[in-house]
């Protein structure tokens, strides 16, 4: 029976890459000087510090710019609210979101169910789907109705057998 994975993953190299671009970026374009904008990089948080709310502003810009080129999706990012740090600087922290929650799951699940395929299953397996049919084009037709759909996170689809 064929089946296949759906997944969202982010490529952290590709993160990785975006956030040194835009660090680079910050400290040589004329409008960043003297205001320590900075973006760090955790395990799965990227924090951004500026001197002001607009050229933190500006710095979430350059780094959705970074990484739009290098093919990482916004979606990808849990974008907090503006705050302040110390001495009068801002801060904004952007979680990274890895893996398909039990919310999105369900979703999944239910859009899947709601296409009317015969013989098309979903189960939920840890953070992705699997989804078997009968046909291969019966799941042909589920990663194209699934890419036509807004879920709010990025979706991969892998792991296709026969």
Same mark, same amino acid.
């Given at each position: 029976?064929?089946?296949?994975?759906?997944?969202?993953?982010?490529?952290?190299?590709?993160?990785?890459?975006?956030?040194?671009?835009?660090?680079?970026?910050a400290?040589?374009?004329?409008?960043?000087?003297?205001?320590?904008?900075?973006?760090?990089?955790?395990?799965?948080?990227?924090?951004?510090?500026?001197?002001t709310?607009?050229?933190?502003?500006?710095?979430?810009?350059?780094?959705?710019?970074?990484?739009?080129?290098?093919?990482?999706?916004?979606?990808?990012?849990?974008?907090?609210?503006?705050?302040?740090?110390? *001495?009068? @600087?801002?801060?904004?922290?952007?979680?990274? %979101? #890895?893996g $398909?929650?039990?919310?999105? !799951?369900?979703?999944?699940?239910?859009?899947?169910?709601?296409?009317?395929?015969?013989?098309?299953?979903?189960?939920?397996?840890?953070?992705?789907? *699997?989804? @078997?049919?009968?046909k291969?084009?019966?799941? %042909? #037709?589920? $990663?194209?109705?699934?890419? !036509?759909?807004?879920?709010?996170?990025?979706?991969?689809?892998?792991?296709?057998?026969?």
């Amino acid at each position: 029976m064929p089946t296949f994975d759906i997944v969202s993953e982010v490529d952290m190299q590709e993160v990785r890459n975006a956030v040194d671009q835009a660090n680079r970026e910050a400290t040589t374009r004329f409008d960043f000087k003297g205001t320590d904008s900075t973006i760090e990089l955790t395990d799965q948080e990227l924090v951004l510090t500026s001197s002001t709310e607009d050229r933190l502003r500006a710095l979430y810009q350059v780094l959705q710019e970074k990484m739009v080129r290098r093919d990482v999706s916004l979606k990808s990012f849990d974008v907090g609210k503006i705050e302040e740090a110390t *001495r009068g @600087t801002a801060r904004q922290k952007l979680t990274i %979101q #890895a893996g $398909i929650s039990s919310d999105h !799951a369900k979703k999944l699940n239910k859009f899947i169910k709601e296409l009317g395929l015969k013989g098309v299953s979903s189960q939920t397996q840890g953070d992705q789907l *699997r989804v @078997t049919g009968k046909k291969r084009d019966d799941l %042909q #037709a589920v $990663i194209t109705a699934a890419k !036509a759909e807004d879920f709010g996170i990025p979706l991969q689809f892998n792991n296709f057998r026969d």
